[in-house]
């Protein structure tokens, strides 16, 4: 028999810059994989010898196309969509679709690295995927973008399907995108089936959809803070973004009795000391998802604090849960997270924390819940309205939270099992690689060389 293969981290994260350069995002999503998955593959060598690292880092599928489409006043534009189909040991491709000028080949393949293990993780029947455009939503009129989105599905709906691969929304892709999106699928396809996730409640959507993942993160970080005693009601809690997952990490925050004092978007954030009641939530929802205005103009209704081009991490307090993008918090920020007191870091955005942050975080022993297992919520709700449209029933909304719950709980358990340290401290990092990494491994050495 041959030997075992040694993993040399660094060597591997060597050979994986040099085939996928200029791609520092997915650098870092494998390299944080690779270092907790280590220790765990020289225990179970029959992961090495199938080379099922070097699998799973290389997408299955990868679709790269023009999408032309005619702005308001008649002139042609042109923008870059993208399809990783990651991995599809244990379900279809699922994850969601990202627009945003960012948007590129690295940051999706970071992204669906990451929904790989997500998906794996909420022991729902998914596999990882994600897709989107640099097209920049904001400042579009409705019509622009339903000419966007028309021409995107146009090229993309060949490669999708309710079984094959079933992308949802991210950033800049909420219920408006979806519609426009399912209605062109639909029209070309000429078949209503469950294809895209995060649907209309009257046209295949699930309840609590829109909620789950902001629900589910507060979920997954009450949670971790059970393993300590505490709780959510009277911590004082920091929220960026205000987008789909800040707004409804917001509501189940006031919900338990918690105080947001921040919310942010690319411009700055705002800082309301006295907390965002649930009737500054409702103009928050009414900024952002109908006049699609900036945060700065809460401040200005609510006469506090506003401040240009900065993120909320300075004001001090107990609980931080980022959910606006990816590298939000730096290691100076996690320090002065740490300093103010912060116990709890719970990520409802993907990999919003750098490198150099989250060994700060396990360095200081306070909770932290990682993307890839605390914002689980939301692919989980999509993965619950995969089988409502496939047995085409609605479940109530006390059903979907219910079992929202479940999962998340399920989730943090996993977490547990694979991150418990011989001191008791659980690093949820390593908990949430190993625990997702092992079910599709295992799925894909039981369907041989795929
Ligand atoms: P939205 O588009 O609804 O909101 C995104 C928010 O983040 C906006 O406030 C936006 O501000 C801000 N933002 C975006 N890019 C940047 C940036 N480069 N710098 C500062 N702020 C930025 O997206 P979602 O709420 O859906 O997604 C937020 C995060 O959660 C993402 O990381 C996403 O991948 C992750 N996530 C989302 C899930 C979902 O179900 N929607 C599921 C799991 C994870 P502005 O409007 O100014 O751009």
Redesign the pocket.
Same mark, same amino acid.
């Given at each position: 028999m041959a030997p075992t293969p040694f993993l040399n981290a660094d060597n591997f994260i060597a050979e994986l810059k040099a085939k996928n350069p200029a791609e520092p995002e997915y650098h870092q999503a494998v390299h944080e994989v690779i270092m907790s998955l280590a220790g765990f593959l020289e225990e179970h060598p029959k992961y090495q010898n199938a080379a099922i690292l070097e699998r799973i880092c290389e997408p299955e599928r990868i679709i790269i196309f023009r999408i032309p489409w005619m702005n308001d006043r008649g002139e042609m534009k042109v923008n870059r969509g993208f399809r990783i189909e990651m991995n599809s040991a244990i379900g279809p491709y699922k994850g969601?679709l *990202?627009f945003?000028p %960012?948007v590129n080949l690295g940051i999706l393949k970071f992204?669906a690295f990451e929904q790989v293990f997500?998906n794996s993780l909420t022991t729902l029947p998914m596999g990882g995927g994600k897709g989107g455009s640099d097209f920049d939503p904001?400042g579009k009129s409705d019509n622009e973008v339903m000419r966007f989105c028309q021409s995107f599905m146009t090229e993309l709906y060949r490669h999708i399907g309710h079984n094959t691969d079933v992308p949802?929304?991210?950033?800049?892709?909420?219920g408006r995108e979806i519609g426009f999106l399912f209605g062109q699928y639909k029209r070309i396809v000429n078949e209503f089936t469950g294809v895209l996730t995060?649907k209309g409640l009257n046209w295949g959507g699930s309840l609590i *959809?829109p909620e789950? %993942?902001g629900y589910g993160n507060v979920y997954f970080a009450q949670e971790m803070l059970k393993t300590r005693n505490e709780s959510i009601k009277d911590k004082r809690v920091l929220v960026?973004?205000?987008?789909?997952?800040?707004?409804y990490t917001v509501e189940k925050v006031i919900e338990l009795g918690g105080k947001v004092i921040t919310?942010?978007?690319?411009?700055g954030y705002i800082y309301d000391p006295a907390g965002i009641n649930k009737e500054k939530l409702k103009y928050v929802l009414y900024l952002?998802n109908i006049k699609r205005g900036?945060?700065r103009e809460y401040a200005d209704k609510y006469g506090v604090k506003y401040e240009e081009g900065m993120?909320p991490w300075s004001e001090k307090a107990d609980i931080a849960l980022p959910?606006?993008?990816?590298n939000?918090i730096d290691e100076e920020d996690a320090r002065t997270l740490i300093n103010n007191g912060c116990i709890c870091v719970s990520e409802?955005?993907?990999?919003?924390s750098t490198p150099d942050a989250i060994q700060l975080y396990l360095d200081h022993e306070i909770l932290f819940g990682p993307?890839k297992a605390a914002?689980?919520?939301?692919?989980a709700v999509?993965g619950l309205e995969m089988t409502q449209n496939s047995m085409r029933l609605n479940w109530t909304r006390e059903e979907v939270d219910n079992r929202l719950q479940m999962i998340m709980h399920s989730i943090h358990k996993t977490c547990i099992k694979y991150g418990k340290k011989d001191n008791g401290y659980v690093n949820y990092v390593d908990g949430a690689n190993i625990g997702g990494f092992v079910k599709v491994a295992d799925a894909m050495l039981a369907q041989g060389a795929v």
């Open positions: 969601g *990202r945003h %960012t992204l997500k904001k949802a929304g991210d950033i800049g892709v909420g995060g *959809r789950a %993942t960026s973004g205000s987008g789909n997952v800040a707004q919310l942010s978007d690319s411009s952002k900036r945060i993120r959910s606006a993008t990816q939000e409802g955005a993907n990999m919003p993307g914002n689980a919520g939301g692919v999509s």
